[in-house]
T-cell receptor, first 117, second 112 residues
Framework: EAGVAQSPRYKIIEKRQSVAFWCNPI?????LYWYQQILGQGPKLLIQ????????DSQLPKDRFSAERLKGVDSTLKIQPAKLEDSAVYLC???????????????FGPGTRLTVL | KQEVTQIPAALSVPEGENLVLNCSFT??????LQWFRQDPGKGLTSLLL?????REQTSGRLNASLDKSSGRSTLYIAASQPGDSATYLC???????????FGPGTRLSALP
């Protein structure tokens, strides 16, 4: 079974520029998550989708960050304009849906390391 | 608001030793708890998931326990190997929302 795919793996931009990240979840997974992980910290949830609807975006800085999940499959996360403090690893994860134990486990992609200069 | 802490922040053990990693959470109304491993520059690999109704889960040399009432989980690694060197994170999903709250992780160095 293919895992969660993310691209690009690395991105270097200057502040005030725009950047977009792409995620393809595990086939059939209804729930998709975007996390921000700053060096030395645990991941922080930015946004969670259930199919193509937003479940939780309470920690997403909406003045500069946006995300969409068209057709309930792939997702893109965009930052516009980027700030120095946005330098982090952006992780995408997916999980199935339902109450059975096997649906609750999150599976992560390799992440995109963003450096803002 | 759920808060998750992990102690210690870093740990070095000689090869072959057994070790315990700790995870504490402030709100005991959790749905489940998941332990992950993260290698440098990589994403997270799921190790074990414990539902709120369970006390422990085992996978190979790993055993995770859950004490909801005291807000604690431990990850026990038997007979550590150099390949176990990584950062170990715990994440808690609460009953109110759908998302996970992560701890900061414990960085393990298993020395040969």
């Amino acid at each position: 079974e293919a895992g969660v795919a993310q691209s690009p793996r690395y991105k270097i931009i200057e502040k005030r520029q725009s950047v977009a990240f792409w995620c393809n979840p595990i086939s059939g997974h209804a729930t998709l998550y975007w996390y921000q992980q700053i060096l030395g910290q645990g991941p922080k949830l930015l946004i969670q989708f259930q199919n193509n609807g937003v479940v939780d975006d309470s920690q997403l800085p909406k003045d500069r960050f946006s995300a969409e999940r068209l057709k309930g499959v792939d997702s893109t996360l965009k930052i516009q304009p980027a700030k120095l403090e946005d330098s982090a690893v952006y992780l995408c994860a997916s999980s199935g849906s339902g109450r059975a134990r096997r649906y609750n486990e999150q599976f992560f992609g390799p992440g995109t390391r963003l450096t803002v200069l | 608001k759920q808060e998750v802490t992990q102690i210690p922040a870093a740990l070095s053990v000689p090869e072959g030793e057994n070790l315990v990693l700790n995870c504490s959470f402030t709100d005991s109304a959790i749905y489940n708890l998941q332990w992950f491993r993260q290698d440098p520059g990589k994403g997270l690999t799921s190790l074990l998931l414990i539902q709120s109704s369970q006390r422990e889960q085992t996978s190979g040399r790993l055993n995770a326990s859950l004490d909801k009432s005291s807000g604690r989980s431990t990850l026990y690694i038997a007979a550590s190997q150099p390949g176990d060197s990584a950062t170990y994170l715990c994440a808690v999903r609460d009953n109110y929302g759908q998302n996970f709250v992560f701890g900061p992780g414990t960085r393990l160095s298993a020395l040969p």
